[in-house]
Structure formats: structure tokens, C-alpha cells
């Protein structure tokens, strides 16, 4: 078999979080939380596990950009902490928080890398969710105010931005069913939460643009291939239903304006608090549609009896069990890489797209001269890679490719026991060592193809 050559330019990339691994959260200035609140609360993530150190990439984040260096990647996506910047979520930037944020993209560019950050992943300004959270419409200009301080900021040298980063994984764990920070299992308000993501996410995209009119935006939507449980009509019709609820409550609305039709009995508009005139706010015509992906879902019919805010709905799992499960329990499956890469292209008329998530958890450590051999790591790229490169032959114009993650980091409620770096950490000194699977997917990066 010949390599499987990628498009000219193809940018290859690794992804981080801020709360996944800057540590230092109550470092100069920086305000709190809501997953700072969140881990410090006793029972809400495995083994008591907090982000306060996690990889402190905050004090080391030149190491962070030379690992990259060493693969030669050409992308790195991260994300801002929005209270390192407005410690209470509102009013005049803290400029050492902000600098932090100016000095790493001042290394990037040093390095010849992108600095490709996304505005917001997963941590509110603890303030802001006392003021009601995500439910309280006023987030959504908070927001807007909030893009705005860090684009005057840093936009004059900094181009491609995500808003978001899977809005509808941080409202559903969220506000819906609890597991994730701020804990809430709250049906309407998760609806309502979901509403003014929408708002911020229109909102945010005309103040960028209207402050730094050559920027490239996006947004980094959570997706998965749906698949029916069996043939009958009913599952097939839920796995669609699942598939506009899961793939499409965020996208829809920023291209089109609309939302898509995946509740049975139709839009919950009063649970989700809709006015006049929301739906042209929730426009936004993204430069780029970001993708994360890792595995497909299974979806069965639910009895009818639901109520209204019922998706007649259910995923079995995450994934399948056709295919080998990682460490997290998540099924290996590439196709449905090459299946959204494609459903993406078909229906939102050949959008640009970014890779901008995918990867695996396993623990693999160090052995006993120091290396990581993580074979089944480098066995998943190369799954999804070459699932990527069949979709791109078929049509889908895809840019870039970022492996989740850069670094093994804290893990939301996992804590840090699921590991899915392509660098290895010792969390407690902050050791770093390149694993094996690095090593490959820099190679794949220096010769922009898939080795033979
Ligand atoms: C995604 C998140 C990311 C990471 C991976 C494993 O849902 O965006 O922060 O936790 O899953």
C-alpha cells in the first residue's frame, strides 16, 4: 500500500484545555471557577482529584510549545480561562492574566505553530453561575463583552479563534444530568441553557468580527455518528432525532438560524425561554465548522410517553461493542470519523472543517528504560487518520487534525486517571516524556501523509 498523502498545508495539531492543564487557579488574580468550585467540592470527581496543579502548564507552558516543536506540529489549539481574565466574569481585563495568554501565543509564533484557541471550555467565572448560570439569558452579552476584551487583546496577532468548545456536552452534563461542573439536574433549565449558548454564540461571532475584521472563527462542536439499534422505523427515526439533538441543537443555529427538528412533539420554545428576534441572534456564519469526535453512537427508540421534553431517544453505551474499547470504555471505531466527516459535507453544503478533537485514553506508562510504548494509542490514529484521508478523497474539505491531547491531563470527573496525552505525565513532579504514539503522529505530521 503507497502513504496516504494529506492536502497541501493540512494542519497538524494537539489540543488542550485550560482547566485540563494550566494549574495555578488562584494565581495573579485569576477569580474562580466553576469547576474549581466543583472539584473542591468533596464527592464530585474520582479519588477528590482538582485541576489547582494539574499539568502547570501555566509556569511551564515553553515546555509545552517545545514538545510540540519536537513533533513538528504546526498546530496548537488550547483555551482561555475566562476568569484568568475577568476574574468575576464582567468589567476591565486583568491584564497578568492576559499576558499569560499573550506570551504563549508569542512562543507558538516564535515556533512556527498556529495558535488556534477556543474561547471557552467548560470554566465559567464561578460569579457568573451564582448570577444563575448558563439558564440566565444576560450570560449571553456577558460573553459577547467577554470575547471582545480578549480579541482587542490578542487578535492583532492572533487569527483562527473557536467560541465554543462542545456546547452541548458542558449544558447536558452540566445542567442536565449533573456529572459535570456546576452539577445541576435541572430539565428546563438545561433547555433554557442551551438557548442562550445560542445567543452568546451569535453575540460573541459579531463582536469578534466587528473588533478584528480579519479574523478566521468557529467553533469546536461535540459529534457522533448515530447509528440505530436495529432496522425497525422507529429506531431509525430516533437516531436521527438523536443525531439533530446531539450533532446539530449548535451548529444549525449559528448557520442556519434555525433549529433542527429533534424533539417529537417540536421546539420546547417556552422551557428554552425563545423571544422575538432570537433566532436571527443566533446566527453565526463560522468560517469553519470544528469537529470532536471519538467514537459512533447506538441508538434505540424510547416509549412515546416521555413528555414534551422528551427526545423518544436513548444511546446504548458509548459506542458500539463491535470494536476494541479504550481504557474509558469508549469503542474504537474510525468509520464514524468518515461518516459525520461526510453527513457535515452533504448537508451544510462542503463547510471548511477542522479536526479539532480526537484521540484515545490508555494508561500505558513508562516501562523501565523510560519509554511509553502506547502501540494501541498509534494503532487508533492510524484507524481514524486513514478514516479522514478516505473522507477527504470523497469530497470533505477538512483543514486540520488535532489529537486529544497533547498532554495526559485532568479528566473532568475522572480526575486523572484516564490518560489520553500522546505525552506522558507525572503528575507529581510534572515530568514530561514523549510517548511512542508522539513520536509516529510526528512523523505523519513532518511527512503530511499516513506511512504506507
Ligand atoms: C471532550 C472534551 C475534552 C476532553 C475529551 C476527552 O469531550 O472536549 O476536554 O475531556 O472529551
Known amino acids: 500500500m503507497a502513504a496516504l498523502a494529506f492536502p497541501k498545508g493540512f494542519h497538524w495539531g494537539a489540543a488542550t484545555a485550560s482547566y485540563q492543564i494550566e494549574g495555578a487557579w488562584q494565581a495573579d488574580g485569576k477569580g474562580e471557577s466553576i469547576w474549581d468550585r466543583f472539584s473542591h467540592t468533596p464527592g464530585r470527581v474520582k479519588h477528590g482529584h482538582t485541576g489547582d496543579i494539574a499539568c502547570d502548564s501555566y509556569h511551564h507552558f515553553r515546555e509545552d510549545v517545545a514538545l510540540l516543536r519536537e513533533m513538528g506540529l504546526t498546530s496548537y489549539r488550547f483555551s482561555l480561562s475566562w476568569p484568568r481574565i475577568q476574574p468575576n466574569g464582567r468589567g476591565a481585563p486583568n491584564e497578568t492574566g492576559l499576558d499569560y495568554y499573550a506570551r504563549l501565543i508569542d512562543c507558538l509564533l516564535d515556533a512556527g505553530i498556529r495558535p488556534f484557541p477556543t474561547l471557552y471550555h467548560w470554566d465559567l467565572p464561578q460569579a457568573l453561575e451564582d448570577a444563575g448560570g448558563w439558564p440566565n439569558r444576560d450570560l449571553a452579552g456577558r460573553f459577547a463583552e467577554y470575547a471582545e476584551v480578549v480579541v482587542r487583546a490578542l487578535g492583532d496577532r492572533c487569527k483562527s479563534w473557536m467560541i465554543f468548545n462542545e456546547p452541548n456536552i458542558f449544558t447536558t452534563m452540566g445542567y442536565l444530568i449533573g456529572i459535570h461542573a456546576p452539577g445541576r439536574r435541572e430539565p428546563e433549565n438545561f433547555l433554557r441553557a442551551t438557548h442562550t449558548v445560542n445567543l452568546a454564540h451569535g453575540d460573541a461571532f459579531r463582536a469578534m468580527r466587528s473588533a478584528q475584521r480579519d479574523l478566521v472563527i468557529g467553533s469546536a462542536f461535540n459529534m457522533t455518528a448515530c447509528e440505530p439499534a436495529t432496522d425497525s ?220
Open 233 to 452: 422505523q422507529q429506531d431509525i427515526a430516533a437516531a436521527e432525532r438523536w443525531h439533530r439533538f446531539m450533532n446539530e441543537w449548535f451548529l444549525q443555529p449559528s448557520l442556519r438560524g434555525t433549529y433542527p427538528e429533534a424533539y417529537p412533539s417540536g421546539l420546547p420554545r417556552d422551557a428554552m425561554g425563545v423571544k422575538d428576534g432570537d433566532f436571527e441572534r443566533i446566527q453565526a456564519p463560522l468560517d469553519f465548522v470544528g469537529i470532536n469526535l471519538y467514537t459512533r453512537t447506538i441508538v434505540q427508540a424510547m416509549p412515546a410517553d416521555g413528555g414534551p421534553l422528551s427526545l423518544g431517544a436513548l444511546p446504548v453505551g458509548i459506542g458500539g461493542d463491535a470494536g476494541p474499547k479504550t481504557d474509558f470504555g469508549w469503542e474504537v471505531w474510525p468509520n464514524a470519523l468518515h461518516d459525520i466527516l461526510l453527513r457535515i459535507t452533504l448537508d451544510y453544503d462542503r463547510p471548511v472543517i477542522e479536526i479539532t478533537e480526537n484521540g484515545c485514553s490508555y494508561a500505558d506508562g513508562p516501562d523501565a528504560q523510560g519509554v511509553v510504548r502506547d502501540t494501541r494509542r498509534t494503532d487508533f490514529y492510524r484507524g481514524y487518520l486513514e478514516a479522514v484521508h478516505r473522507a477527504i478523497q470523497a469530497g470533505a474539505d477538512v483543514r486540520g487534525y488535532h489529537a486529544w491531547s497533547l498532554l495526559d491531563n485532568f479528566e473532568w470527573a475522572e480526575g486523572f486517571e484516564q490518560r489520553f496525552g500522546i505525552v506522558w505525565v507525572d503528575f507529581a513532579t510534572g515530568k514530561r516524556i514523549l510517548k511512542e504514539s508522539g513520536r509516529w503522529y510526528g512523523n505523519v505530521a513532518r511527512h503530511n501523509a499516513l506511512p504506507a
